[in-house]
């Protein structure tokens, strides 16, 4: 009631009476439509990426549970989540410009007799931040531009008060030493705008945001840019360990 998602709860069960495990694998099938196009947004292990129109993909590399389709005008989105620990792809399909399938498949797992697999998924709109850098049920946020136009922005499915801790640090033979940055309270409102400021010096920077709730880390989102050079590869930290 409190939430501008609509979340979906999945319990599938396995009967006492059905001596052998149940092996089951969810697939979901949506789709999106935009009058003006779209472009597909996927957590990559890198960092976000942005598909315009395509006609068919398959991606398993990716670092969060997490899907959008960004619209091409009106700075308004539609993001997808999903058990990151129980992701196996994401697939996608496209007539033309304008709509298309978004699909994603879990792992087959094993259900004992008398025990459920239960997972949850969200519906998440989302508009005001530009392309997101992550997005989970509490929000969507995005890291702007670091290098030309530096502003963190929030859009809170859930407004609350948080504690935002804004980090980061120079890429050097593959680590980061996270400095803070900035640490302020954010307050209650559906949206949050928070401009900041990259230190002086040459190399990959990897930011670090992560919002805080009574002393407890409730999000985070990472993403890296290059100062004049290029030090290294950054790989985004994954929500959890994912099944194989």
């Not at 697999?117 to 992550?134: E, Q």
């Amino acid at each position: 009631a409190d939430s501008s998602i609509l979340k979906t709860d999945f319990v599938i069960n396995n009967g006492m009476d059905n001596v052998a495990p149940l092996e089951y694998g969810y697939w979901m099938c949506g789709g999106v439509q935009s009058p003006d196009g779209y472009a597909l947004i996927l957590p990559g292990s890198g960092g976000t990426e942005k598909f315009p129109y395509i006609r068919q993909l398959v991606m398993r590399d990716v670092s969060s549970g997490w899907l959008a389709a960004y619209a091409n005008s009106g700075d308004q989105g539609l993001a997808l989540t999903m058990p990151y620990n129980l992701l196996k792809e994401f697939y996608f399909w496209g007539d033309n410009i304008y709509q298309g399938t978004i699909e994603f498949k879990l792992g087959i797992y094993p259900i004992k007799a008398g025990e459920a697999l239960r997972f949850s998924t969200a519906i998440c709109p989302f508009s005001g931040i530009g392309v997101p850098d992550k997005v989970t049920e509490l929000a969507a946020m995005s890291f702007g531009d670091p290098l030309n136009n530096p502003v963190l922005k929030f859009r809170f499915f859930q407004p609350g008060e948080y504690t935002l801790c804004l980090s980061g640090g120079f890429l050097i033979k593959d680590e980061v030493s996270f400095a803070e940055l900035k640490k302020i309270p954010l307050q209650k409102d559906f949206f949050a705008e928070v401009p900041y400021q990259l230190p002086a010096g040459k190399g990959t920077f990897v930011l670090k945001a992560e919002l805080q709730q009574n002393g407890r880390s409730v999000f985070f989102a990472e993403t890296s840019c290059n100062q004049e050079v290029a030090t290294g590869i950054w790989n985004i930290t994954p929500d959890c360990e994912r099944k194989p």
